[in-house]
C-alpha cells in the first residue's frame, strides 16, 4: 500500500517537474535603439507566455523562436547583422533566459529608384512627377527602418492616386540591403492607370431633402479631372449638415457605368449615398442649479419645411430668474462651412431687481474649423445682428425703453485634450461689440476676453487657472443691461449670489462698465470618476477697473465626471458679505 502510494507521489512529482514555468528574461540591447528594444520586449512577452504548462521538446522550441523574434524585431530597426545569444540558465523560481544583444551598425538608404508607369509619364505630368520624387520620404543617408519604408510607400502611392489617377497602384517594391556595408537599396514602381475625371451625378437614399441641397454641396462639371479631397470635402460638407445621419461621396466604380474617352482616359460618375435624419424631433429637458432654481425647457426642431433645404427650431424656457421663447430658421452650411440663422426672441429676466423684457430680431453666422495637420487646436467664430426693443425697470430707481441695433464678433480658440472635460490645454474667447440707440443714435462698444488654462497634475489631479476682463464704452444711459457686466455665482465668483456684483441703482444691481474675474482651482480625483476641489476667486463689476474692489470667494467641493462633462457641488464663503452659499447644477433630458 505505502509502495504504491509512493510511487504515484512520485509520479506526481516527475510529471510536474515535466512541465515549465514561464521563464525569467533578461535582455542585454548592447546598445540597440529604444524602438528595437521595446519591439523585442513585446515578441519576447508571447513567447514566454507560451512557455507555461508545455513539456521541455515544446519549450526548447520556443527558446529558439524567441532568438529568432529577436533578429527579426531588430531588422525591423534597421539592424541587418546583429548577433543575439540566448543563454538558459535556472535559479529558484525556474529557467532563465538571458539574451545578449550586439545589433551591429544600422543599415542606411543609398540609392533610391523610383520608377512611374501610365499615363502619368505623359509630358503635362512631368512636374508632378519630380515632385513626388523629390517628396519622397525616406531619403538617401537616412536608416533604413521597416515602418519607415512602408510609410514612404504609401505616401507615395497616395500622392498619385488622390488626384487624376484613381486607379493607381504598386507594381512593385524591393529593398535590397547590403548588411556588411550597412546599405540599402531601395526600388518602388508605380502604375498609374488610366486619368479618371469626374462623370455624372447619382444620388441613393433622398426622400424628403430636395435634390437641391446635394447641388449646393457638390460643384462640378462632367469631365473636371478627378480630385479625392474634393470628394471628402463634398462628404464633410453633407454629414456637417442637419439634414443626413450620414452621407457618402465616391466614384462609382461599377464598370457598366465607366465611360472610355478617346484619349483612353475613363469617365466614372459620383455616386452620393445619404440617409436621411429625422423629419421632426422633440426634446425636454428638466435640470436644477442654485443660481436659476428649477429649469424648464422644451425644443422643438424640424428639418425641411415646404420643401425647402432649411430647418427651424423653437423652444421655450423656463426658471427662476428667466423666462424666454424663441423661433429659429436655420439655412445649410456654405461650402466654406459657414452656418447662418435669423430668429425672432421674447426673453425676460428678473435678477437682483434689475426686470427687463427684450423683443429682438436678429442674424447669426458661425464657423467652425480644425487647424489641420492632425492638430487638435480648433476655432469657432461667430458674427451677429440684432435689431431688439428693451424694457427696462429698476426697482427703486428709473425705468426706460430703448430700440437698439448692435453687431457682435466673437472668436473662440481651443487647444484642449478633451472638449468637455478638459484636463491639458488652454481656450481663449476674444469678442467685440458695437451698437446704436434707433432714437436717439446714441452709439455703445463693448469688448471681452477670457483665458482658461488646465495643468495635468500627477496621475489624475488637474490644477485650473482661469480669468476674464471686459469693457463698455456708453455714450448714452440706457444701456441694455446684457451689454453691462455684472459677475458672481457659480460660473464666476463663488460665494455670492448670482449676477449681484455691480453697480448698485437704487434697491438694484446692474450692468457695469468693467469688469475683472480671475479664479485658481485644484481638483484632487480620489478615483477616475469622483474626487476634491479647493479654489479661490475673486472679481469685480464696477465703473473703471481703477475703482475696482475685489470680492473674494473661496472653498470646497465635490467633483464628479459623467459622460456629459464633470458635475460640481461646491461650499464657498464669499468674504465680503461673510456668508456661506452652497452651488450646484444638475440637468437631466429626455
Request: proline share 5%; net charge negative.
Amino acid at each position: 500500500m505505502r509502495a504504491g502510494v509512493l510511487c504515484l507521489l512520485l509520479g506526481l512529482g516527475l510529471a510536474h517537474e515535466a512541465y515549465a514555468a514561464k521563464p525569467e528574461v533578461v535582455i542585454d540591447p548592447g546598445g540597440a535603439s529604444a524602438a528595437a528594444l521595446q519591439s523585442i520586449n513585446s515578441a519576447i512577452e508571447a513567447i514566454t507566455r507560451l512557455a507555461e504548462d508545455q513539456d521541455g521538446g515544446e519549450v526548447s522550441r520556443l527558446r529558439r523562436r524567441a532568438r529568432d523574434a529577436t533578429l527579426s524585431a531588430l531588422e525591423t530597426q534597421g539592424y541587418f547583422a546583429p548577433k543575439v545569444t540566448l543563454e538558459v540558465g535556472e535559479d529558484i523560481r525556474g529557467e532563465t533566459w538571458d539574451i545578449i544583444i550586439e545589433p551591429g551598425e544600422v543599415s542606411h538608404v543609398d540609392q533610391v529608384d523610383l520608377d512611374f508607369s501610365g499615363q502619368i509619364t505623359r509630358p503635362e505630368f512631368a512636374a508632378r512627377v519630380q515632385t513626388l520624387k523629390k517628396e519622397w520620404p525616406l531619403e538617401k543617408g537616412m536608416p533604413f527602418i521597416n515602418e519607415s519604408w512602408h510609410s514612404a510607400k504609401e505616401t507615395l502611392l497616395d500622392g498619385v492616386s488622390r488626384k487624376d489617377f484613381f486607379f493607381a497602384r504598386l507594381t512593385g517594391s524591393q529593398a535590397t540591403v547590403d548588411a556588411e556595408k550597412a546599405k540599402a537599396d531601395l526600388s518602388v514602381a508605380v502604375e498609374s492607370g488610366p486619368r479618371v475625371r469626374f462623370g455624372k451625378l447619382t444620388t441613393v437614399g433622398l426622400k424628403r431633402v430636395p435634390p437641391e441641397l446635394i447641388d449646393r454641396y457638390i460643384q462640378y462639371t462632367p469631365g473636371d479631372p478627378y480630385d479625392q479631397d474634393k470628394l471628402d470635402d463634398w462628404q464633410q460638407a453633407l454629414q456637417s449638415t442637419s439634414f443626413f445621419r450620414g452621407a457618402f461621396v465616391t466614384l462609382n466604380q461599377d464598370q457598366t457605368e465607366q465611360k472610355t474617352l478617346p484619349d483612353g482616359e475613363l469617365e466614372l460618375p459620383v455616386r452620393v449615398q445619404v440617409s436621411e435624419a429625422p423629419a421632426r424631433r422633440f426634446t425636454t429637458s428638466l435640470g436644477v442649479d442654485s443660481d436659476n432654481g428649477i429649469g424648464v425647457e422644451g425644443l422643438y426642431r424640424q428639418n425641411v419645411v415646404f420643401g425647402q433645404p432649411v430647418w427651424i427650431e423653437t423652444g421655450v424656457g423656463i426658471d427662476r430668474n428667466r423666462q424666454r421663447a424663441f423661433f429659429d430658421v436655420n439655412l445649410p452650411p456654405t461650402l466654406s462651412g459657414y452656418k447662418d440663422s435669423v430668429g425672432v426672441l421674447y426673453d425676460h429676466s428678473d435678477i437682483e431687481g434689475l426686470d427687463n423684457s427684450r423683443l429682438g430680431l436678429g442674424w447669426k453666422r458661425k464657423r467652425e474649423r480644425e487647424a489641420g495637420g492632425g492638430s487638435r487646436v480648433g476655432y469657432e467664430t461667430q458674427w451677429g445682428l440684432i435689431a431688439a426693443y428693451d424694457k427696462t425697470d429698476i426697482s427703486g430707481g428709473d425705468a426706460f425703453e430703448v430700440p437698439t441695433l448692435v453687431g457682435t464678433w466673437q472668436w473662440l480658440r481651443r487647444d484642449v485634450d478633451k472638449k468637455y472635460d478638459p484636463r491639458e490645454g488652454n481656450l481663449i474667447d476674444f469678442g467685440l461689440g458695437a451698437g446704436v440707440t434707433l432714437d436717439k443714435g446714441e452709439p455703445f462698444y463693448r469688448s471681452s476676453l477670457r483665458l482658461q488654462q488646465w495643468w495635468p497634475m500627477g496621475r489624475r489631479d488637474v490644477l485650473t487657472l482661469r480669468g476674464e476682463v471686459g469693457k463698455v464704452w456708453s455714450q448714452t444711459d440706457r444701456l441694455p443691461q446684457d451689454f453691462g457686466y455684472r459677475t458672481g455665482g457659480a460660473r464666476s465668483v463663488r460665494g455670492y449670489r448670482y449676477q449681484s456684483i455691480g453697480l448698485e441703482s437704487g434697491d438694484a444691481v446692474v450692468g457695469a462698465p468693467a469688469l475683472a474675474v480671475a479664479s485658481v482651482e485644484y481638483t484632487h480625483y480620489f478615483t477616475e470618476q469622483l474626487g476634491m476641489n479647493f479654489f479661490v476667486d475673486a472679481g469685480d463689476a464696477a465703473p473703471s477697473f481703477g475703482q475696482m474692489k475685489m470680492s473674494l470667494g473661496y472653498g470646497v467641493g465635490l467633483a464628479v465626471r459623467t459622460p456629459a462633462g464633470p458635475f460640481f457641488v461646491d461650499v464657498a464663503y464669499g468674504q465680503r458679505d461673510h456668508r456661506l452659499r452652497l452651488h450646484f447644477s444638475l440637468g437631466i433630458a429626455f
